[in-house]
């Protein structure tokens, strides 16, 4: 999918497995790390559905846009195999083992070579794929493309694969920034990018069509980069243009991105699968997918991203303490809020699909049709959000056991599963099959991660997770039923001057929060309290701070 690019660098650092140690590292501080971790995860998705509104508005769901789409494979692939989440999560553990030892100088020498070593693979691999653009689109990408549309693809994929170098670079220098604890400015930088290119889609893609939109993508991959440089100045950086392989420190990277590496291949090759089986539909499938892709994700960033992102070090704690109860106890709390929270969301992306993409979605060029292609992918696609939110939660459980090897490998074989099952049912559902095969190979990764997750740690409490998760689908069964409800009898309503499904998209949520809170607060259930039990104890402890 198009956002893959912005998603990757705004998650491309994982936090470390050995977090540095020290006086600076209080547990005030990491709890103001946590929400501002939190505070910009919403502000990056919402600055992300906002790019998706005006560019929907620009292109629709139109063979422009599908090129758009398609031109960012090939710089998707080369950031994540070279500079993604990968190197973050090997760079970091590094660095902050030399620096907490005390040799700055060291530390610096090595996000030297680093950075140069990933900034000179990444030249030489974007001009070999900007040589290669026309054949790699005709025959690899889009092969389905008419002829005019494969030239597009391929000029638009030279031009974003300028963004490829300069997220290397930006992702090196968010994950210095991260090992030193400094968490604003590498927050802020998916913010500035996803901004620029709302900037192209609104005031240089009318003059320029689907390249200004390109120029928007470079413009906030640079201000990626640059939004960060501060940061690094204030910590004193040191940059030497030194290049060493034989370095110890740049070894250690290599040795311990090798087996993620392996891992993001699979989930690239699998969206570069999906691209080139797209590429055979009908005009505006990818774009259809895309945008469905981007309505499930918006839930799975904010509960699910935020949520693992701040419970890692924990996790990493508690296994450093060797209190393996205390973290299965953790795991599991985490798991039936997850339940508490997506289980709704589920629910409500299925059953107000239409008026949701009518009101974030349908204007200018995107039109009704644009809205059901939409919302046929969506619903295939929403039926994954549980899965997707758990695994997040399960990988970080594994990374913080120190085995990057075990969610690799199941991730691996989920992505294989996810192409084969692409390659049967899109036969019958066109693009919604795509949709079903990724949501029906996640499912699988959740069940076999959390199986093997229950080897290592021991029982998960299973019957009490799954009285949880009754008493969840119980309400929110329920709450579906209402939203609907009402959804379907404001839809019978047209008031003047209000677009269509508005009234029964704002209806619908309303009755679906209300109905939801109010349900669980008349049955006392426990999840519930715990909620409440959290957002009282944030609120003293702001008003203690």
Wanted: overall charge positive.
């Amino acid at each position: 999918m198009a956002s893959e690019l912005s998603e990757a660098a705004s998650a491309a650092v994982d936090p470390p497995a050995d977090p540095p140690s020290g006086p600076t590292l209080d547990s005030r501080r990491l709890a103001g790390a946590a929400l501002v971790v939190m505070a910009f995860f919403v502000l990056s998705r919402a600055t992300g559905l906002l790019r998706e509104m005006v560019i929907g508005a620009r292109f629709g769901t139109g063979p422009e846009l599908d090129a758009y789409l398609a031109a960012f494979r090939i710089p998707d692939l080369l950031f994540q195999l070279v500079a993604g989440g990968a190197l973050g999560s090997a760079f970091i553990p590094t660095f902050a083992e030399i620096w907490v030892q005390g040799d700055r100088q060291g530390a610096w020498l090595l996000f030297s070579r680093v950075l140069n070593l990933v900034v000179l693979l990444l030249v030489v691999l974007a001009g070999l794929m900007a040589l290669l653009a026309e054949p790699l689109v005709a025959h690899v990408i889009a092969p389905g493309f008419s002829p005019a549309q494969q030239a597009l693809t391929a000029g638009l994929m030279r031009w974003m694969l300028v963004s490829s170098v300069l997220f290397g670079a930006s992702g090196l220098f968010m994950g210095a920034l991260n090992a030193l604890q400094h968490f604003l400015l590498p927050a802020a930088a998916p913010v500035v990018y996803n901004l620029a290119i709302v900037a192209g889609a609104w005031w240089l893609a009318p003059r320029y069509g689907v390249h200004g939109l390109v120029m928007g993508v470079v413009a906030g991959a640079a201000g990626h980069l640059l939004v960060q440089v501060p940061g690094l100045v204030r910590q004193r950086v040191r940059y030497r243009p030194s290049l060493a392989l034989g370095d110890p420190g740049v070894r250690e990277v290599a040795r311990l991105m090798a087996p993620r590496v392996l891992g993001l291949f699979f989930v690239q090759l699998n969206f570069l699968v999906n691209t080139l089986l797209a590429s055979r539909l009908p005009p505006g499938s990818l774009s259809a997918l895309n945008f469905a892709w981007l309505l499930m994700l918006l839930p799975q960033g904010i509960f699910a991203q935020a949520m693992a992102t701040v419970a890692f070090p924990t996790f990493a704690a508690q296994v450093a303490a060797g209190r393996t109860p205390a973290l299965r106890s953790a795991l599991l709390r985490l798991l039936q809020w997850m339940i508490f929270l997506t289980v709704p969301a589920t629910l409500v992306l299925l059953v107000l699909r239409v008026p949701l993409i009518q009101i974030l979605f349908q204007r200018g060029h995107f039109t009704s049709e644009s809205t059901q292609a939409v919302a046929y992918a969506l619903q295939f696609y929403a039926l994954g959000l549980v899965a997707h939110s758990v695994v997040e939660l399960a990988v970080r459980a594994f990374y913080a056991l120190h085995d990057t090897r075990t969610p690799v490998a199941v991730g691996m074989a989920a992505m294989g599963l996810n192409i084969l099952f692409s390659l049967l049912w899109i036969r019958w559902l066109g693009y919604g099959g795509l949709a079903l095969a990724n949501t029906v190979a996640t499912t699988l990764e959740m069940a076999v991660l959390l199986l093997l997750l229950q080897r290592r740690l021991g029982s998960l409490a299973w019957n009490e997770l799954a009285r949880s998760l009754l008493r969840v689908v119980g309400v929110s069964g329920v709450m579906a039923l209402l939203a609907g409800g009402a959804a379907r009898q404001m839809a019978s309503i047209s008031p003047g001057g209000l677009p269509e499904g508005w009234l029964p998209g704002l209806v619908g949520l309303a009755v679906a929060g209300l109905s939801y809170l109010g349900l669980h607060g008349l049955l006392r259930t426990p999840e519930l309290r715990w909620v409440l039990a959290l957002l009282r104890r944030e609120v003293a402890g702001v008003g203690r701070g």
